[in-house]
């Protein structure tokens, strides 16, 4: 176990990082930031922290600034540093993002923090041999995507591991469909919960521990069901009347902002 201990000065210094990094391009909300920073400075596991979907380096730094609160850590990130996937953000016309992503983790003094693989993370996959405690998954936002990402490092999750998914109270199926399937019906994951467009849950490997959780993470399944026939098989983003019920179903999940303390209440 671990202790449930928020670093000293915890809410000063995430206000400041929010500072340093509001120039660095990128979808995080401060409600988001501020959860993910927890994620990275609160561990419930040993092991590293992983990346998938860096992008220019937003939430890479966040991870990065937050995890050497506790100590010397790396941040391993992977990212091919293109835009292949129709979930990816726009380039507008550059050739990768590779450039500013090296400038914003040297802006943001953690460039010695973060390991980059600059490859694809169902690559990385084949040859990963770490133990996990934060898996944070924002790369490519598709149902199959999302699922590799999950399936090809949950095996490297330690007990008590958070993993945490992007987007998913958005418009793409991936992260609500992955978070439904094989987090929510897990009979792996304990306590799990929405920030935002964050989704999270902690791996358990003790199945008898992550069953105390079932009827909660089953009241979460029946509220993002509302959400699926709005997302899937989709040729056309939401409009009109369609993304106004979307919306109100969206809204019926609480995704509100997680005190540090409540959240460390949730988890184990």
Request: hydrophobic share 40%; charged share 30%; aromatic share 8%.
């Given at each position: 176990?671990y202790p449930?201990?928020?670093?000293v000065?915890?809410d000063?210094?995430v206000?400041q990082?929010?500072a ?5 391009e ?11 920073a927890?994620?990275a400075a609160?561990p419930?596991?040993?092991g590293a922290?992983l990346?998938i ?8 730094c966040?991870?990065?600034r937050s995890?050497a ?5 790396t941040?391993?990130?992977v ?5 292949p996937s ?15 992503f ?11 923090r ?13 040859t ?9 998954i924002d ?6 995507g999302?699922?590799?990402?999950l399936?090809?490092f949950?095996?490297?999750l330690?007990d ?8 998913v109270?958005?418009?793409f199926?991936g ?5 439904m399937?094989h ?35 089953l009241?979460l ?14 040729k ?10 979307y919306?109100?179903?969206?809204a019926?999940?609480p995704?509100g902002e997680?005190k ?5 209440r949730?988890?184990?």
């Amino acid at each position: 176990m671990y202790p449930k201990e928020i670093p000293v000065g915890f809410d000063v210094f995430v206000e400041q990082l929010m500072a340093d990094i509001d120039s660095v391009e990128g979808h995080l909300s401060a409600k988001e930031i501020r959860f993910l920073a927890l994620l990275a400075a609160v561990p419930r596991a040993d092991g590293a922290i992983l990346e998938i979907g860096s992008f220019k380096g937003r939430s890479t730094c966040v991870l990065a600034r937050s995890a050497a609160l506790i100590g010397d850590e790396t941040v391993y990130a992977v990212d091919p540093m293109t835009a292949p996937s129709e979930t990816d953000p726009d380039l507008r016309g550059a050739k990768d993002t590779l450039a500013d992503f090296r400038r914003n983790i040297e802006a943001a003094g953690v460039a010695d923090r973060v390991e980059l693989h600059q490859t694809f993370s169902y690559e990385l996959a084949k040859t990963w041999d770490r133990p996990l405690r934060l898996l944070w998954i924002d790369g490519d936002h598709t149902y199959l995507g999302t699922r590799l990402d999950l399936e090809g490092f949950s095996p490297h999750l330690n007990d008590g591991a958070i993993v945490a998914m992007h987007d998913v109270l958005h418009e793409f199926d991936g992260g609500v469909r992955v978070m439904m399937e094989h987090i929510l019906l897990s009979p792996n994951f304990g306590a799990c919960g929405f920030v935002g467009s964050i989704g999270w849950g902690q791996y358990l490997k003790d199945t008898r521990e992550a069953a105390k959780y079932r009827d909660q993470k089953l009241r979460l399944y029946k509220k993002l069901s509302r959400m699926i026939p709005f997302l899937t098989m989709r040729k056309e983003p939401l409009s009109g009347f369609e993304k106004k019920r979307y919306k109100v179903a969206r809204a019926l999940v609480p995704h509100g902002e997680l005190k540090p303390q409540e959240w460390l209440r949730l988890v184990r």
